[in-house]
């Protein structure tokens, strides 16, 4: 642990004297460690996103960590492992099949996570799927109209939100389809919210919760829906983004910007 945390102060260090870097300063951490909740938004294939929410980690001390990655059964392998093999318990847990990014990227966090306990938000695929065909209320179930999934959505954010699908799958869809690529991500958000309010329940003040920046958004996303169905809890969100917003970033409480990651183009192979 001690090497790690050497390892994370020079990493630190680097990313800080980079263009574009915003440290956080302790205001801010301040107001992150008073909230109930504290969401760290995340480019997912960014590993400077990863050493940046490893190290509020450090500051916050949370009480539990929910992870957008992690399904309740892979968390309770988590919280049942020593966590002194965290690559072994990678295995284990089957994140090279899971689709996400390499864990090495993700290594830094659950270091950083040392023995707290983590919950696991993700929901089967199969789930996802029925979304966009049923529609997000419908497989939610009971408690849909708790984080506002039996109304459908303002004309114009259903707009915003479905050309944002439309950009995210490389304009490759038909737009047609991005109401259904809607339903599954509010989906999704009202499942990763009622597993951060079950985990405040559960463990107390503050969860922090890792996931993307779409959930993190403030407007409709996870915040939007805990405000709802829990409207006296203290939110803190804070998004790692990979270029200034003109203005400032209303999406978010607290923004840090990093240089974007090197990845090839992700819509190349429809460029063709």
């Known amino acids: 642990m001690r090497h790690f945390r050497h390892m994370l102060t020079v990493c630190l260090a680097v990313?800080?004297?980079?263009?574009?870097?915003?440290?956080?300063?302790?205001?801010?951490?301040?107001?992150?460690?008073?909230?109930?909740?504290?969401?760290?938004?995340?480019?997912?294939?960014?590993?400077?996103?990863?050493?940046?929410?490893?190290?509020?980690?450090?500051?916050?001390?949370?009480?539990?960590?929910?992870?957008?990655?992690?399904?309740?059964?892979?968390?309770?392998?988590?919280?049942?492992d020593s966590r002194g093999d965290l690559t072994a318990l990678a295995r284990q847990i089957g994140w090279a099949e899971s689709g996400w990014p390499d864990f090495a990227l993700y290594l830094p966090v659950f270091e950083a996570a040392g023995q707290t306990p983590v919950v696991g938000a993700a929901l089967p695929r199969d789930k996802v799927r029925a979304a966009f065909e049923r529609g997000a209320a419908a497989v939610f179930g009971a408690g849909a109209g708790r984080f506002g999934l039996d109304a459908p959505l303002l004309q114009a954010e259903h707009e915003a939100r479905a050309a944002l699908q439309f950009e995210a799958h490389c304009a490759a869809m038909p737009m047609e389809m991005m109401g259904g690529m809607v339903e599954a991500q509010r989906l999704r958000d009202a499942a990763f919210s009622a597993a951060t309010l079950d985990a405040l329940a559960t463990y107390g003040a503050p969860v922090v919760v890792i996931t993307g920046n779409g959930h993190a958004r403030k407007d409709w996303a996870m915040p939007a829906l805990i405000a709802r169905a829990a409207a006296q809890t203290r939110v803190h969100v804070t998004g790692f983004v990979e270029a200034p917003a003109e203005g400032g970033d209303p999406r978010y409480d607290t923004t840090i910007v990093t240089a974007p990651a090197d990845r090839p183009d992700p819509c190349a192979a429809f460029n063709k």
């Open 15 to 80: 990313l800080a004297a980079g263009p574009g870097v915003a440290e956080v300063d302790a205001d801010a951490v301040a107001r992150m460690r008073a909230a109930d909740i504290v969401i760290l938004g995340e480019v997912h294939d960014n590993a400077a996103h990863h050493i940046g929410q490893a190290e509020l980690i450090a500051r916050i001390a949370p009480k539990a960590i929910a992870f957008e990655m992690l399904s309740p059964e892979q968390a309770t392998q988590v919280n049942a």
